[in-house]
Nanobody, 124 residues
Framework: QVQLVESGGGLVQAGGSLRLSCATSGRTFSTYAMGWFRQAPGKERAFVSAINWSTRSTYYADSVKGRFTISRDNGPNTVYLQMNGLKPEDTAVYYC?????????????????WGQGTQVTVSS
């Protein structure tokens, strides 16, 4: 059974940092792209960042470019999202997802597997 389990969310003051983790299990994701999305109350799920597991190519939404860094670790089969310089508008539930194939897709419908999400709250 494929599982993506996010952790690392929490409450932080503006300007602070958090590192989200996405632990994967149930299959190998070496031919997948791994993405992070977020959804704020009353808003649609939005792309944050993605990384291609094999090529390590990355892509970021303009809103987080320069502040967030995505990475992956083969050892624990985990994907990370390092978030620095957090702003109140970054407050959302953050989801990890996996998409088969090449590239670093930004469209949620291209992702097959999803985690349950982790809440990130940034206070002003």
């Amino acid at each position: 059974q494929v599982q993506l389990v996010e952790s690392g969310g929490g409450l932080v003051q503006a300007g602070g940092s958090l590192r989200l983790s996405c632990a994967t299990s149930g299959r190998t994701f070496s031919t997948y792209a791994m993405g992070w999305f977020r959804q704020a109350p009353g808003k649609e799920r939005a792309f944050v960042s993605a990384i291609n597991w094999s090529t390590r190519s990355t892509y970021y939404a303009d809103s987080v470019k320069g502040r967030f860094t995505i990475s992956r670790d083969n050892g624990p089969n985990t994907v990370y999202l390092q978030m620095n310089g957090l702003k109140p508008e970054d407050t959302a539930v953050y989801y990890c997802a996996a998409a088969a194939g090449v590239g670093v897709p930004q469209v949620p419908s291209l992702y097959r597997y999803w985690g349950q999400g982790t809440q990130v709250t940034v206070s002003s």
